[in-house]
């Protein structure tokens, strides 16, 4: 047991609202459905192409929404865009989500006016963006004191991306007619396994003793139903999923599971960051290590 | 000399001797006063003389109290051993650490927190929209949101007093020059004296110099403490790190991830139009 300060935090818990966990599953299925749809579009499946399009813009329009009801100072949002801070992943952030915001609202209205080339054009920016939409949250996460998040950074744009994955894939079930939708179905699928795939690496990375507010308290009922909803729907679309109606349960218990997970890190880290103990022990054992290390070399 | 600006100060900061703070909050009432910030209310922790708790959005300074009544790193007073002559009590007066590679700093979106000409690390209250990104990065909890008006809050080593050629209002206050503050080239100088006089003394089983290596996590600390015990018996870290610094490969990972998912997105839609 290592030492505190009446066992007070080290470093402060974040301060985010139930807003951000949710905007974070919401920027990333946006950002994946944006590269489903330029590659849908490629292929020639318009059908799908364009359901992705309006996931892709019902989550840039949501976006900014959510994240300005979390602001301390709501009416400052435009602060945001004050300044490009290229060590500040949030600033980059910003920027990408109005961009991509931009190219798939413009792409639609483009479309709709006829302007076809332009719409092509617009969908191809936002799908370039969509890849740093879906993974600009983790490294937003992993850069802060909180210990299982900055312990994590290798891991967490994977449980990510894979979450996005399975976001957009499910989406693109809900909302497409199944003859076109395949592809939406197997971006499901394997989102869904890769997903808890994932989180299981980056548990087993983090190791025992950090791993632990995953594994009790508030974030464990989160990554439970996160990994029991994930695999469900996983499993219930390979054994079932060319009925539409199993492929929809399936959908719907995905996007639960995404939205939990995402809901389980920011509790995991929360609960980290309270207790100074997954502070102290690492960086005590850390200065120790460098101590005995300086005592050798004098 | 003709310069449109005044030419940089030196770097200004705070060397806090805990072997002589008496631990009477001069420092966080006269922080209070100054910055004219709210009060914390009357609650009592039970933990020593500290009602304080921490350092937050309104609380710029906090003094630590440590009761080690068996002469370890124990802080329980209630252990049921009352052995005075093996005790002693800690007192410490906390505050921001106005990092040379600061986490907040970096990671604000805004630019609301800026570097000012003094080295220091200062909020502008106009600007920031209350993210809260700076909250969680802080490696040493010291920055907060404040509830009352949305923004994030902390010390500024008294820019205000200081642009005067005023010294910071707790270091004015500060009855015993636990608190000193001067330029930071300085203050090293004298705080690497008195941990010489300390340890050749021999009074003190611990004396430590916290934030004076450069070369440690932050590169150093404008607001440094002479600690006679670990730091993390003063809810300090033992070993902080400015969590920009892998900045890039965190990057790095997002890039393999982002590769992933447009991989992946391509193998799964080669299935067709079936």
Redesign the interface.
């Known amino acids: 047991m290592s030492a505190s300060y009446y066992g007070r935090p080290v470093v402060k818990p974040h301060v985010w609202k139930p807003y951000i966990p949710l905007y974070f599953w919401i920027g990333g299925t946006a950002g994946a459905a944006a590269v489903s749809m330029a590659l849908e579009r490629a292929k020639g499946n318009d059908e799908l192409a364009t359901v992705q399009r309006n996931v892709a813009l019902a989550g840039a329009l949501t976006a900014p929404v959510l994240l300005i009801l979390d602001l301390g100072v709501p009416l400052r949002f435009y602060a945001m865009l004050r300044v490009f801070k290229p060590s500040s992943p949030m600033s980059i952030g910003s920027w990408v989500l109005t961009a991509f915001g931009g190219a798939i609202a413009g792409a639609t209205v483009s479309d709709v006016l006829g302007a076809k080339p332009l719409a092509r054009a617009l969908e191809v920016v936002a799908a370039a963006l969509g890849p740093v939409l879906a993974t600009y949250t983790a490294v937003l996460i992993a850069d802060t004191a909180t210990p299982v998040w900055r312990e994590a950074r290798g891991e967490l744009p994977f449980v990510f991306v894979a979450s996005s994955l399975a976001g957009a894939g499910a989406c693109g079930t809900l909302f497409a007619p199944a003859a076109s939708a395949r592809p939406a179905r197997r971006m499901m699928t394997a989102g869904a396994f890769a997903l808890a795939a994932t989180t299981r690496l980056m548990e087993k990375r983090l190791g025992r003793f950090m791993a632990e507010p995953y594994r009790k308290g508030p974030a464990a009922s989160l990554k439970g139903g996160a990994d029991f909803l994930s695999i469900a729907g996983g499993v219930l679309m390979r054994a079932g999923g060319k009925k539409t109606v199993v492929a929809r349960v399936a959908a719907v218990c995905v996007i639960a599971a995404g939205v939990l997970e995402r809901f389980a890190v920011l509790s995991a880290g929360k609960v980290s960051a309270g207790d100074p103990k997954y502070t102290v022990e690492p960086q005590r054992k850390r200065a120790d290590e460098r101590a005995s290390a300086d005592a050798v070399r004098n | 000399m003709d310069t449109y600006q005044d030419p940089a100060a030196a770097r200004k900061g705070f060397f806090t001797d805990t072997t002589l703070c008496i631990g009477c909050k001069a420092c966080e009432v006269a922080c209070k006063e100054w910055n004219q910030l709210p009060a914390d209310g009357y609650e009592y922790?039970g933990?020593s003389y500290?009602n304080t708790?921490?350092l937050?959005g309104t609380t710029w300074r906090h003094v630590?109290f440590?009761e080690q009544l068996r002469g370890g790193?124990s802080?329980d007073p209630h252990d049921g051993v009352l052995r005075p002559e093996s005790g002693r009590w800690l007192m410490e007066s906390d505050v921001c650490k106005h990092c040379t590679h600061a986490?907040c700093l970096?990671?604000?979106?805004?630019?609301?927190l800026f570097r000012t000409e003094f080295g220091t690390v200062v909020v502008q209250e106009d600007?920031?929209?209350?993210?809260?990104?700076c909250?969680?990065?802080?490696?040493?909890?010291v920055?907060?949101?404040?509830d009352t008006?949305?923004?994030?809050g902390k010390c500024t080593l008294c820019y205000d007093r200081l642009k005067d050629g005023e010294k910071p209002a707790c270091a004015k206050a500060c009855p015993t020059e636990s608190i000193q503050f001067g330029d930071v080239d300085d203050l090293r100088r004298r705080a690497d004296e008195r941990v010489a006089k300390l340890k050749a003394d021999g009074m003190y089983q611990h004396v430590e110099l916290y934030g004076r290596d450069e070369n440690d996590g932050v590169g150093g600390m404008g607001a440094m403490f002479l600690l006679l015990d670990?730091p993390?018996?003063?809810?300090?870290?033992?070993?902080?790190?400015d969590?920009?610094r892998?900045?890039g490969?965190?990057?790095r990972?997002?890039g393999?991830?982002?590769?992933?998912?447009?991989g992946?997105?391509?193998l799964?839609?080669a299935?067709?139009?079936?």
């Open positions: 922790t933990q500290d708790g921490e937050n630590a440590v790193a802080n986490a970096d990671v604000c979106p805004t630019g609301a600007v920031c929209n209350g993210c809260g990104y909250v969680p990065a802080c490696p040493f909890g920055i907060d949101k404040r008006d949305g923004h994030a670990k993390e018996v003063y809810g300090l870290p033992p070993d902080p790190v969590a920009t892998e900045l490969a965190m990057w990972a997002a393999y991830a982002m590769a992933a998912l447009v992946a997105t391509l799964l839609s299935g067709g139009r079936a």
